[in-house]
């Protein structure tokens, strides 16, 4: 059997922890941060864990947890 390809969009959005959760970048940083508060940027700010529901679909696309 050939090996499972990476979705590389996915390898670019995700990283899979030790524990196995998911995390991803926070949205809604790029521009416009004129028009939002300095809580909402600050909170913003690095990583987040993601929502268990999408674990699994998302860790299928990463069979070699990239």
């Known amino acids: 059997m050939p090996k499972m390809k990476t979705k590389k969009a996915a390898a670019k959005r995700f990283k899979i922890t030790a524990t196995g959760k998911l995390k991803h970048g ?3 940083k790029r521009h416009r941060l004129m028009s ?3 809580k909402y ?3 913003n700010r690095g990583t987040s864990v993601g929502a268990k ?3 699994a679909r998302v860790k299928k696309y990463l069979p070699y947890g990239l």
Request: no cysteine; glycine share 8%.
């Open 26 to 28: 926070v949205a809604g």
């Open 36 to 38: 939002h508060n300095a």
């Open 41 to 43: 940027i600050r909170q």
């Open 53 to 55: 529901a999408d674990e």
